[in-house]
Nanobody
Framework: QVQLVESGGGLVQPGGSLGLTCTVSGLTFNSIAMGWFRQAPGKEREQVATIDWSSSVKDYADSVRGRFTISRDNAKSTVDLQMTSLKPEDTAVYFC????????????????WGQGTQVTVSS
């Protein structure tokens, strides 16, 4: 069956860096777009970053552009989110998502979700 597993979450100080990895199984990974979402306490889930099937196009939320980098390794069926210059407002559960399409316009059409990993930015 389809499985998306996030790893790499944890506690980091403001200004620090953290990397997340999503490992995908049960899908033809190299043919679908991927994304990262996050949900902070009391807030709705928001799209953070997306990447198309070939890594040709990457898009970011305004709040993270210039600080976060999304990448993928189709040979390993993984997608990463490298986060730098972290702020307390980045604190959230981060979710990996697999699209139903190969490309992304503005919003990812999500077919499958991971369980999430906690990222806490605090001094």
């Amino acid at each position: 069956q389809v499985q998306l597993v996030e790893s790499g979450g944890g506690l980091v100080q403001p200004g620090g860096s953290l990397g997340l990895t999503c490992t995908v199984s049960g899908l033809t990974f190299n043919s679908i777009a991927m994304g990262w979402f996050r949900q902070a306490p009391g807030k709705e889930r928001e799209q953070v970053a997306t990447i198309d099937w070939s890594s040709s196009v990457k898009d970011y939320a305004d709040s993270v552009r210039g600080r976060f980098t999304i990448s993928r390794d189709n040979a390993k069926s993984t997608v990463d989110l490298q986060m730098t210059s972290l702020k307390p407002e980045d604190t959230a559960v981060y979710f990996c998502a697999a699209a139903q399409t190969s490309y992304v316009t503005s919003r990812l059409r999500v077919g499958f979700w991971g369980q999430g990993t906690q990222v806490t930015v605090s001094s």
